[in-house]
């Protein structure tokens, strides 16, 4: 083998090497970022909540610094500001809201499809909880659109129906959201994200039963 070819194949092993790096330390990272989310989110309450959302909005805020050309990394930091939000209510969690829907939408700007379409479901949360004009920036028919555009992704999923189904509950639409909360139920397991899913199914039961009392009046 010539120097020239030896060169060449040291060059593109070492390339490799590095994205595979690269990956691996996305992918730790995000798992890191998730995990602190659903604990945040499902088991602290009041201060001690919105102080670790604010501690991990700062996490989240370096994760999408640092892979700013990942989907995944802008997706997360969107769902952690969007969660700290909620979390604060009020209107001084409008900026908040803002910054949310700006990191989901330069997410759909690199990959619509990252994370099985997530970015569409939490923009249409977005768009469903905050008030609309001219407080804020909410609007039910671009919410559902955005529903859609998440389900036509990932017409299985636990987020993209449960989330769907309890927009759908607000809209008073008992049977259409019955049909998604159960696709919920049955939605696959993430071995990445055990906690994630007890809570949400504990939310899907929840709701369900709220749904189940509607349809029966």
Same mark, same amino acid.
């Given at each position: 083998?010539?120097?020239? %070819?030896l ?14 790096? @690269? ?23 009041? %201060? ?10 700062e ?17 997360? /930091? !969107?769902?952690?500001?969007?969660? /700290?939000?909620?979390? %604060?209510?009020?209107? !001084?969690a ?5 910054? @949310? ?5 330069? @997410?759909?700007?690199? #990959?619509?499809?990252?994370?099985? !379409? ?8 977005? /768009?469903?909880?905050?008030? !609309? ?6 609007? #039910?028919? *671009?919410?559902? %659109?955005?529903?859609n555009?998440a389900?036509?992704?990932? $017409?299985?999923?636990? #987020? ?5 189904a309890a927009?759908?509950? #607000? ?7 019955k ?11 993430? $071995? ?21 009392? *509607?349809?029966?009046?």
């Amino acid at each position: 083998m010539t120097m020239i %070819k030896l060169l060449y194949t040291s060059c593109l092993l070492t390339g490799i090497f590095l994205t595979s790096a @690269a990956h691996a330390d996305l992918a730790s990272e995000l798992t890191q970022v998730q995990t602190s989310w659903a604990t945040v989110n499902y088991e602290l309450v009041d %201060k001690a909540q919105l102080n670790a959302f604010e501690k991990l909005s700062e996490q989240a805020a370096g994760f999408a610094k640092t892979y700013d050309d990942q989907a995944q990394s802008h997706i997360w /930091y !969107g769902i952690v500001l969007s969660s /700290y939000a909620g979390a %604060k209510g009020g209107l !001084g969690a409008l900026g908040l809201a803002k910054d @949310a829907k700006a990191q989901l939408e330069q @997410a759909i700007e690199i #990959d619509a499809n990252a994370l099985s !379409g997530s970015a569409y479901t939490s923009l249409a949360t977005l /768009y469903s909880k905050v008030p !609309g004009w001219p407080i804020g920036f909410g609007d #039910d028919d *671009k919410a559902n %659109k955005l529903f859609n555009q998440a389900l036509a992704i990932n $017409p299985n999923g636990i #987020d993209s129906n449960y989330l769907y189904a309890a927009f759908l509950y #607000d809209e008073r639409e008992y049977k259409k959201a019955k049909t998604h909360l159960l696709a919920a139920q049955q939605a696959p397991a993430r $071995p990445d994200r055990p906690k994630a899913d007890l809570y949400r199914q504990q939310e899907i039961t929840q709701l369900l039963a709220k749904v189940e009392k *509607k349809l029966k009046r």
